[in-house]
């Protein structure tokens, strides 16, 4: 895999070594190879269930159990997952000024990598608000308890329930978040990494990227939606690609004086 894209991965290297601004946005297939099920690949299904049929305000208002039974269920997969190679690599590429890290995955698997700053479009699987934004709680908190003793879990502050403080479909993205990640599509380099390009707007990003005349590019298993339109498109593992591309990056430049 990596030999017959060795040049596409030279030239990428060049150009990541040269930007001054460089915006990377992850989904599920960066985490896949740490163990935690894809959405739409063959992990995406939990019993009879599409991913889509629970991550939806509509879904938790008709049965927040079967909901928090999904959602207790994959908090304690990801609990015994570890970081891989990517997020490793990614990890490293925040400490780089102009580095802007932006992911759809809500596992914190990136946070637990020792990234800095991560923009988490679609929220934590690991913090918690009250369904009904009850007065004396916070907005949003941390709560790692693995696996909850009760279903759905109850809210501390007004013995409600509590919900993930996740985007579901059909919810906003915070409009704050949104435009930081915007912002961030004004770079050098924007890479879309592990991500079947299909949910907007964060699938948005990487058009906006190319109009604004960033080179871009998706490391992924498979083409995308997306494909067409960016400059180019490195098929194989990200845990490796990844890899790769940081042992190029960080040779002396191949590009002609
Ligand atoms: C919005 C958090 C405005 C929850 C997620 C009708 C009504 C309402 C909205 C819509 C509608 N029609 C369309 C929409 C918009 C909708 C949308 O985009 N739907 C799609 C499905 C058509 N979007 C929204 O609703 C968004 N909000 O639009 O607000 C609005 C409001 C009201 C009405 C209209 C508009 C909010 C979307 C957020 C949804 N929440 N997650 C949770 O996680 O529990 S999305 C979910 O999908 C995850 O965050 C995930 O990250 C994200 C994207 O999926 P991917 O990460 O790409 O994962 P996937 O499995 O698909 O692909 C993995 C890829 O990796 C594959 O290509 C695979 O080949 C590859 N891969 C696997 N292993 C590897 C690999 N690649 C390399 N190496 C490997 N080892």
């Known amino acids: 895999m990596l030999v017959e894209t060795s040049d596409h991965l030279t030239r990428v290297a060049d150009r990541l070594r040269a930007a001054r601004a460089v915006t990377a946005i992850t989904g599920a297939g960066v985490s896949a190879a740490s163990g935690v099920p894809t959405f739409r690949g063959d992990g995406g299904l939990w019993r009879s269930f599409r991913a889509a049929d629970l991550a939806t305000p509509e879904a938790f208002a008709r049965d927040p159990a079967l909901v928090w039974e999904w959602y207790d269920w994959r908090r304690q997969t990801i609990a015994r997952c570890e970081p891989n190679a990517a997020h490793l690599v ?41 369904r009904d934004a009850c007065h004396g709680s916070p907005p949003s908190w941390r709560d790692d308890t693995v696996p909850y003793p009760v ?81 180019l498109s490195l098929l194989g593992p990200v845990e490796e690609v990844l890899v790769e591309l940081d042992r190029l990056v960080r040779l002396p430049s191949t590009a002609c004086p």
């Open 90 to 130: 990614l990890s490293r590429w925040t400490e780089r000024p102009g580095f802007t890290l932006i992911t759809q995955n809500v596992d914190g698997l990136h946070e637990r990598a020792g990234a800095r700053d991560v923009l988490r479009f679609h929220g934590s699987i690991w913090n918690v608000r009250c």
């Open 151 to 231: 279903l759905p879990p109850p809210c501390p502050y007004c013995g409600g329930i509590i919900r993930p403080d996740v985007v579901w479909f059909g919810e906003v993205i915070d409009p704050r978040l949104f435009a930081r990640c915007a912002a961030a599509t004004a770079c050098d380099v924007f890479l879309a990494v592990g991500t079947s390009a299909v949910v907007f707007p964060a699938a948005g990003l990487v058009h906006e990227a190319k109009r604004r005349g960033a080179f871009t590019l998706e490391i992924n298993l498979e083409r995308t939606p997306a494909s067409d339109l960016l400059d």
